[in-house]
């Protein structure tokens, strides 16, 4: 019985990834790789998985065409000075220190 409460309670825990809003500050892409990561300033980062130590949020995959719609987003809310809000993915899959990016919503 006890077991099955356990898995119960681990079932329904909610997994937490990062989240933040702000504008874009920087935005890295890295020679060797393709890597491409950036910050944001304005707001803090919440919510992060243990593993996202460093402040900055990382494009899992460049070469799909969800991290070039990513990228694109990411260089036009620069660009335009606009607001966005960006939702981790729990993991860090590509680097171990930075949440991958679920989604990305521009802001007015």
């Given at each position: 019985m006890k077991v099955l409460f356990l898995l119960l309670v681990l079932a329904v825990s909610?997994?937490?990834?990062?989240?933040?809003?702000?504008?874009?500050?920087?935005?890295?892409?890295?020679?060797?790789?393709?890597?491409?990561?950036?910050?944001?300033?304005?707001?803090?980062?919440?919510?992060s998985p243990t593993c996202a130590t460093a402040g900055y949020w990382m494009i899992r995959d460049e070469n799909s065409n969800v991290g070039k719609q990513q990228y694109s987003m990411i260089l036009t809310a620069h660009a335009s000075g606009k607001t966005v809000t960006v939702s981790g993915a729990n993991t860090c899959s590509r680097w171990r220190d930075g949440e991958d990016v679920d989604y990305i919503q521009l802001r007015q």
């Amino acid at each position: 019985m006890k077991v099955l409460f356990l898995l119960l309670v681990l079932a329904v825990s909610p997994a937490f990834a990062g989240k933040q809003t702000g504008k874009v500050d920087m935005v890295i892409v890295r020679a060797s790789d393709g890597l491409i990561y950036f910050t944001l300033s304005g707001g803090s980062k919440t919510d992060s998985p243990t593993c996202a130590t460093a402040g900055y949020w990382m494009i899992r995959d460049e070469n799909s065409n969800v991290g070039k719609q990513q990228y694109s987003m990411i260089l036009t809310a620069h660009a335009s000075g606009k607001t966005v809000t960006v939702s981790g993915a729990n993991t860090c899959s590509r680097w171990r220190d930075g949440e991958d990016v679920d989604y990305i919503q521009l802001r007015q």
